[in-house]
């Protein structure tokens, strides 16, 4: 019940609330004992009530520039949160320091037998080399009207995630507010360092097991349409496994060591950036460079089970290709795929992809240098049965065994073991859920459907996300959004903020 109902309150938070669409018969879905159905008109009419107040602290929240990757504001960020959760009521606000950004965590006890963990994330990606174009400023959020999805909040973190989270705390808030009563007790665990891959998430979760012991499930509000307002449920995403792969003269034996040279040595030294170039070049198929070539990389990874290939025939009946291929500024997918095979690479494959190259000389014009050390940041999406530690073994391997023992691998810290059901260890590991787990069958997916006027997606998503320990014996779900951290996407594909 909590869950259709936050659904749609959340919905109602940033849209005008078309009543008719949203009365629906008392239910109790989550266990018994959750008490009497919401008086919703009343929430409602708050929510009309209030549209410019509840704009006003997603605005606020977008105008700090918790950047994670750049120590930049995240301080700031959890104490404006920490404020909101004690405005709410929270009976225990807490700023957790870990060894990296703080874990902001709170409690609200309403006296009832369920409890939900509510995971949020307050950190936000780097802006630095994007191209925004409808607003100045990313920090300086704009209202603009953008058809077809009318008047849009546009600013950094927007629709990931501080969109999201700011409407579902209006939409407990609106509860609150007319003097009812919230129908399952909340922890909110509010996440610093999401964007660069929750490194300490799992540290915190150990070390205090004590709050978060006795969930009954876990959930992670999100942006839920895409472009045409087609809702989605997530059952399970892939694993991020970021690292560097770093060449140098050094390290080599050959071309410059301690700093760049004039490039007229090039005649009778070597280039720490052409020997990178050329292991990176070993690791795809340059005729089909989604298909990686490192020796065993895709050999344990686990088939789409029957259920989910169910679902992407459904999805595949009302995917809208060229929508997509607006969306991320494309004019073909590799190989030409279309369709079915289309969605089944994005959803179930694992890749390898290059983020940026950075040695020697890019600023204006031209300098006549030889770099004497070149980085590339890479990261592999990881899918079902793969593991982090698993993979950069095989790079290293694969990189020795192809004359590249001296190209250093620089990893990032890794997450646990995958697991198969429900639940995952960590961030940057892939889960995957099945519709039938007791979490996702309490998902009333009529809410949604009843809002947006369009039948519910349930499928895996391309996009990594954190999670919970298996400890707790939790049941990850969310609802996944079909937006990235690029410009063109953060600010054309705002339906979480538009109203």
Known sequence: MFNELLSELVFSSIHPVNRERLRSPARDDISEGLGAMLQREKVFEHIDGHQSEHLRRIEELIRVPSISAEDRGIQQCAELLATYYRQLGCSRVDIVPTAGQPVVFAEYDAGKPVTLIVYF????????????????????????DMPPFG????????????????????????????????PVNLKLVSDGEEEIG?????????????????????????????????PTISLGCKGSAPFELECSGALWGRGPKRSDIHSSAAAIVDSPAWRLIHALATMTDPAHPDRVRVDGFCENVLPPTREELNHIDQIAERFDEASLKEGLGVDVFIDGVHGKEALTRYLFSPTMNIQGIAGGYIGPGFKTST??????KLECRLVPNQTYTEILHKIRRHLEAHGYADVTIVAVRGGSPWTRHAVTNGHGHPYALRSSTPSFKVTDTTAMTRWCGRQVRVARRGTSSPSVPCRFRLSPWGWATEVGHTPPMSTSSLKATAW
């Not at 499930?217 to 895409?226: D, E, G, K, L, M």
């Not at 770099?371 to 590339?376: A, E, L, S």
């Open 198 to 230: 929750s490194p300490h998430l799992l540290d915190f979760a150990n070390q205090h097991v004590s709050r978060l012991t006795g969930a009954d499930a876990v959930i992670f509000p999100s942006a839920t349409q895409n472009r045409k307002g087609v």
């Open 121 to 144: 994330m307050y950190d936000v990606k780097q802006v630095s080399g994007e191209n925004w174009t409808l607003i100045r400023d990313p920090f300086e959020p704009q209202v603009i």
């Open 371 to 376: 770099p004497h050390q070149v980085r590339v």
């Open 151 to 182: 008047r849009c909040l546009i600013g950094r973190g927007a629709v990931n995630q501080k969109g999201p989270l700011g409407a579902f705390l209006n939409a407990v808030e609106s509860i609150l507010a007319t003097k009812q009563e919230l």
